[in-house]
């Protein structure tokens, strides 16, 4: 007979290791965290660039911690050491390399199942996978000959290349101002005004077409693009064309629906998953961090997810344990 854990937290970015921490404090026992990567914070360590500013209240929203990780401003390298620290790797069965493709409710409890065929059960199933696991791509066709130019973050860029950024959240600001010293960089959002993003990055942004540093393309859309002697040839449809030696596609994360549907997940008519004031969705399972659908998603709020679960369930049975 298999054991059983009482919490298996599916991963291993903000919002996982905050439930997981919590449940280390709050007494939980048998806590078992599964990773796809091979290390945790997978969306921290691909899409934020080296040394990048960190802000606590992203986008301005301020929000009020709640739990036990004293999460404040700071670069990408002191979050993922503040993450280090707090996952607390000893006191949990932390399985990385491991990504889970369905969990079933049983009688008393769930089957979680992963993509090479192991079974594990749990009491209590927290969903915690982020939206960056699936970057959006846009509906035009890319050569085939330039996919590996086409990228979703600027790891490859080699510096004096003309790269074309394409978005209008906070990934496209950052990345176009990142790059914008070693590269001639053009920033393309099919609005006039970006309103979506950090103020902050706005500015910079803004800053850097004011001074010329960067082309804008604001307010048009791309409609086709072709191989030109391995170059991206890109049609606008204000009847201008720009040639790139790479295509930054900076769209964000799309919620991965066919996930959520095979843990039996409920989604409202925007494909977002009902979750209560408890984060728990009608099947009984627990959604955390950007997953639950919050407005571009923020590391506090999914730390407070975080703490917000723990505090459902392990305060009652703390009490039990002790009165038993
Ligand atoms: C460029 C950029 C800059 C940002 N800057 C800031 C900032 O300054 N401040 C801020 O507060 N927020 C910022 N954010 C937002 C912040 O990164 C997210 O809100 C936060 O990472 C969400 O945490 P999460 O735990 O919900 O998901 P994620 O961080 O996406 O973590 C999910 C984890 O689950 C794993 N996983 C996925 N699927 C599976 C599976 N099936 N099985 C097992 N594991 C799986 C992933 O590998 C990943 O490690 C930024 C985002 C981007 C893209």
């Known amino acids: 007979m298999k054991s059983v854990y009482d919490i298996a937290i599916i991963g291993a970015g903000p919002a996982g290791i905050a439930t997981s921490c919590e449940a280390v404090i709050f007494g939980v026992k048998k806590i078992l965290m599964f990773e796809k990567g091979d290390n945790h914070s997978q969306t ?39 993450f280090e620290e707090s996952l607390g790797k000893k006191l949990i069965d932390a399985k990385f390399n491991t990504e889970i493709s369905k969990v079933s409710k049983l009688k008393n409890r769930f089957k979680i199942e992963t993509t090479t065929g192991e079974t594990y059960f749990s009491k209590r199933v927290v969903v915690a996978i982020g939206k960056m696991g699936k970057p959006n791509k846009p509906d035009y066709k890319i050569p085939s000959s330039l996919k590996l130019k086409a990228n979703h973050t600027i790891s490859d860029c080699k510096g004096n290349e003309d790269v074309l950024v394409v978005g209008g959240g906070d990934s496209a600001c950052e990345y176009a101002y990142f790059i914008h010293q ?17 103020p902050k990055n706005v500015k910079n942004l803004m800053n850097c077409i004011e001074d010329g540093e960067i082309e804008a393309k604001l307010g048009v859309d791309i409609e086709k693009i072709e191989d030109e002697d391995g170059k991206f040839k890109v049609f606008y449809n204000d009847g201008t064309i720009g040639k790139y030696d790479r295509i930054i596609y900076a769209l964000g994360g799309v919620t991965p629906k066919e996930f959520l549907k095979s843990c039996s997940v409920s989604l409202d008519e925007n494909e977002k998953p009902f ?43 703390v009490r039990e344990a002790i009165s038993a």
């Open 44 to 82: 921290i360590r691909k899409y934020f660039n080296d040394n990048k500013p960190v802000d606590k209240d992203w986008k301005g929203i301020e929000v009020e911690l709640k739990g036990h990780i004293d999460f404040q401003d700071g670069t990408k390298e002191s979050t993922l050491d503040l």
């Open 182 to 198: 070693d590269n001639r960089v053009t920033f393309n959002y099919r609005r006039e005004e970006i309103t979506k993003a950090n």
């Open 275 to 317: 979750i209560d004031e408890k984060n728990k969705n009608s099947a009984g399972v627990y959604l955390a961090g950007d997953i639950c659908g919050s407005i571009g998603g923020s590391i506090a709020l999914a730390l407070n997810h975080g703490y917000n679960i723990v505090t459902d369930f392990a305060e009652v049975e």
